[in-house]
């Protein structure tokens, strides 16, 4: 069974989508995120203040490898997770499926203008942009590029990666 990681900026719905998609495909959902506040227990906020942004990606890269390991799983990563070569490494050498949830930038931008409370990679909505534009070559490395517009449910999402894996049987992505 083939792993599926979902890739792409802070605010496309990695989590909400991972979680219809692992229920579709009868998969284990795991939130990279999660893990890690799990790990430090303590908020992403607080592992950036209190041990640096390099602690946290050394922690997440270690917590990828362990998602990469387990069978039958979707895995949502965090916005930044795609864009380390390494990271990339451990996805393609694992033979998973990695997938970029496209958004156009205001769509992402009228989100995180709702919800940034908790991102330490969001100053304002310049330097986020700036942050997407620097990032967007690196998630277009995935397998499979989905593009949304943001009006999209995550089930139709699901069923649009579905429909880009080829709606085989998960065993046979
Ligand atoms: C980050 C995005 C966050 C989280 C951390 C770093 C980033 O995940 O991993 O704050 O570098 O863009 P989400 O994309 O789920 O917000």
Redesign the pocket.
């Known amino acids: 069974m083939r792993n599926i990681f979902l890739v792409?900026?802070?605010?496309?719905g990695?989590?909400s989508v991972g979680a219809a998609l692992a229920a579709r495909f009868g998969y284990r959902f795991i939130?990279?995120?999660e893990r890690?506040c799990e790990r430090f227990e303590a908020s992403?906020?607080e592992v950036?203040a209190v041990h640096g942004?390099g602690a946290?990606r050394v922690a997440?890269t270690d917590e990828l490898a362990h998602c990469a390991d387990e069978q039958g799983v979707v895995v949502?990563?965090?916005?930044?997770?795609f864009?380390i070569g390494a990271n990339r490494k451990i996805i393609s050498e694992s033979k998973s499926v990695s997938v970029y949830l496209d958004l156009p930038w205001e769509e992402l931008d009228r989100r995180l203008a709702v919800d940034n409370s908790?991102?330490?990679?969001?100053d304002d909505a310049g330097q986020a942009r700036s942050?997407f534009e620097e990032?967007q070559p690196e998630y277009r490395h995935a397998d499979v590029v989905i593009a949304l517009a943001g009006s999209e449910s995550p089930d139709e999402i699901a069923d649009q990666v579905l429909q880009a894996l080829g709606e085989e049987a998960p065993c046979a992505i």
């Open positions: 792409g900026f802070m605010g496309a990695k989590s939130d990279l995120d890690l992403i906020l950036f942004e946290f997440e949502a990563t965090g916005g930044g997770t864009c908790g991102r330490p990679k969001y942050l990032r």
